[in-house]
C-alpha cells in the first residue's frame, strides 16, 4: 500500500508546476530590470538619507505592476505565442496554465503593486504606473502586428520606471524625472530593434512587424538603430550638465555610449545576427551600468 506521503507527492509535484508556470508568466529577468531601473530612479530623486526599507518596497510594488503587464501581454497573445519556436513552451501556449488563471494573476498583481504604490509612495505614481500598464497590455501589444509604431508606442511605457521612480520620491514631475526617461526612452530603440533582427524570421510567424523598414535586416535599417544610439550618447550626458549628477557618472555613461555605438557600427558593416545578438547583449548592459552610475555619483 502507498503511503500518506507517497499519495501526497504527485499534488506537491502539481503545485512545483504550477508556482514555476506562475513565475515564468512574470517574465522575472525583465520584470527585475524594470524594477531595478524604477528603484534606481527612486535614489537619485531622494534628498537626505536612503530607507532600504522603502527601495525594496518599491521595488517589488513595480516588479508587480510589470508582471502583471507581462501576464496581460502573454494571455492577449497566447494563440500568436503558439506560432513562434521562441514563445511556444510558455505557461499558456504550452497549457500548463489557463488564459483565465493568467489574466486573474495580473488582476491581483496589478492592484497590489497600484495599492502599495499608492499608500506608501504617492497616487500620483500609482496613475502613472497603471497608464504605463494599459499602454503596454492594451496598446503595444496589438500594434505589434500592424508596424514599427509599435515600438514607438512600447518605448514608453518602457522609458516610465525611472521617471516613476522619481514621482515615488518627490511627488511630483520635475526635469530629473524627464531627462532620465529620456536617456531610458531613446536606449529602447537600439535596444529593441536588436531583438527584433535576432527573432525576425520568428516574430514572421505570428505576423509582429518590428524592425523599423520593409526590407527588414539591411544596412538602412542597422543605419536606423546606429541614429538612435548617437542621440542617446547626449542625451546620456544631460543629467550631469544640468547639475543631477556629478563629472564622473558623465565619463562612465560616455564610456558605456561609445561601447555601445561600437556595436552599432559592427551591426552596420557586417548586418549578421551575430552582431545584432552582440548589441542586445551590450543594451543589458548599457542601461544598468549608466544608471548606477548616476546613483553612485549623487552619494
Same mark, same amino acid.
Given at each position: 500500500m502507498m503511503t500518506v506521503e507517497e499519495k501526497m507527492e504527485p499534488s506537491r509535484i502539481q503545485w512545483r508546476t504550477k508556482i514555476k508556470a506562475?513565475?515564468?508568466?512574470?517574465?522575472l529577468r525583465l520584470a527585475v530590470i524594470v524594477g531595478?531601473?524604477?528603484?534606481?530612479? $527612486?535614489?537619485? +530623486?531622494?534628498?537626505?538619507?536612503?530607507?532600504? #526599507?522603502? @527601495?525594496?518596497? /518599491?521595488?517589488?510594488?513595480?516588479?508587480?505592476?510589470?508582471?502583471?503587464?507581462?501576464?496581460?501581454?502573454?494571455?492577449?497573445?497566447?494563440?500568436l505565442d503558439r506560432m513562434m519556436n521562441r514563445t511556444g513552451?510558455?505557461?499558456?501556449?504550452?497549457?500548463?496554465?489557463?488564459?483565465?488563471?493568467?489574466?486573474?494573476?495580473a488582476g491581483v498583481l496589478l492592484f497590489l503593486g497600484t495599492l502599495i504604490q499608492a499608500l506608501w509612495f504617492n497616487p500620483f505614481t500609482a496613475a502613472?504606473?497603471?497608464?504605463s500598464y494599459l499602454l $503596454?497590455?492594451? +496598446?503595444?501589444?496589438?500594434?505589434?502586428?500592424? #508596424?514599427? @509604431?509599435?515600438? /514607438?508606442?512600447?518605448a514608453i511605457p518602457g522609458g516610465l520606471p525611472p521617471l516613476i521612480g522619481c514621482v515615488a520620491a518627490k511627488g511630483t514631475i520635475d526635469m530629473e524625472a524627464l531627462v532620465l526617461f529620456a536617456v531610458q526612452?531613446?536606449?529602447?530603440?537600439?535596444?529593441?530593434?536588436?531583438?527584433?533582427?535576432?527573432?525576425d524570421d520568428d516574430y514572421k510567424k505570428a505576423g509582429f512587424r518590428l524592425l523599423p523598414l520593409d526590407n527588414a535586416k539591411s544596412l538602412n535599417t542597422a543605419l536606423i538603430v546606429l541614429s538612435f544610439t548617437l542621440v542617446l550618447l547626449p542625451i546620456s550626458?544631460?543629467?550631469m550638465q544640468l547639475g543631477f549628477t556629478g563629472n564622473a557618472s558623465a565619463w562612465v555613461a560616455a564610456v558605456a555610449g561609445l561601447g555601445f555605438l561600437y556595436l552599432n557600427f559592427r551591426l552596420v558593416k557586417q548586418g549578421t545576427d551575430r552582431n545584432a545578438?552582440?548589441?542586445m547583449f551590450g543594451s543589458f548592459l548599457y542601461l544598468p551600468i549608466v544608471q548606477i552610475a548616476y546613483v553612485l555619483d549623487k552619494l
Open positions: 506562475y513565475i515564468e508568466l512574470l517574465k531595478l531601473s524604477g528603484a534606481l530612479g $527612486y535614489m537619485l +530623486a531622494t534628498s537626505g538619507t536612503y530607507s532600504f #526599507g522603502m @527601495i525594496l518596497l /518599491f521595488s517589488i510594488s513595480g516588479l508587480m505592476i510589470t508582471g502583471a503587464a507581462n501576464a496581460t501581454n502573454q494571455a492577449l497573445e497566447v494563440e513552451k510558455r505557461p499558456l501556449p504550452s497549457g500548463r496554465l489557463s488564459k483565465r488563471s493568467a489574466l486573474y494573476f502613472i504606473s497603471f497608464v $503596454y497590455s492594451f +496598446a503595444y501589444t496589438p500594434l505589434k502586428r500592424v #508596424g514599427p @509604431i509599435a515600438v /514607438f508606442v512600447g526612452f531613446v536606449w529602447q530603440f537600439p535596444h529593441f530593434w536588436a531583438i527584433a533582427w535576432v527573432l550626458i544631460l543629467p545578438l552582440r548589441l
